[in-house]
Nanobody, 120 residues
Framework: QVQLVESGGGLVQAGGSLTLSCAAP???????????VAWYRRAPGNARELVTS???????RYGDSLRGRFSPSRNDLGKIHSLHMKSLKPEDTAVYYCNLRSAAGADDYWGQGTQVTVSS
């Protein structure tokens, strides 16, 4: 089982910025580079939703209304991918989960989740 280690969550004021990171220390560089990476979030009472994804080929996808404030990045040599968030709003408060997935979906790994709280 591949372990993903998330970091960077916390409390931030509305309008602020935060960066989350997700490391995959047990994977080789070549293995990590073959995965698509993504971030999801789940707010209290809501279903899990896609925040953004970045394929191994560089294809970007965004969740509804999140383009422009959230952007992903990946560092394959460092086996880490990140979520850069700006202009945060109270409604962005949620537990954020990182994900690694193979193109065919056979491999699907999740981080433990990190809490992001945006105060008004």
């Amino acid at each position: 089982q591949v372990q993903l280690v998330e970091s960077g969550g916390g409390l931030v004021q509305a309008g602020g910025s935060l960066t989350l990171s997700c490391a995959a220390p047990s994977l080789s560089v070549s293995a990590f580079s073959r995965y698509d990476v993504a971030w999801y979030r789940r707010a209290p009472g809501n279903a899990r939703e896609l925040v953004t994804s970045l394929s191994r080929d560089g294809l970007l996808r965004y969740g509804d209304s999140l383009r422009g404030r959230f952007s992903p990045s990946r560092n394959d040599l460092g086996k880490i991918h990140s979520l850069h968030m700006k202009s945060l709003k109270p409604e962005d408060t949620a537990v954020y989960y990182c994900n690694l997935r193979s193109a065919a979906g056979a491999d699907d790994y999740w981080g433990q989740g990190t809490q992001v709280t945006v105060s008004s």
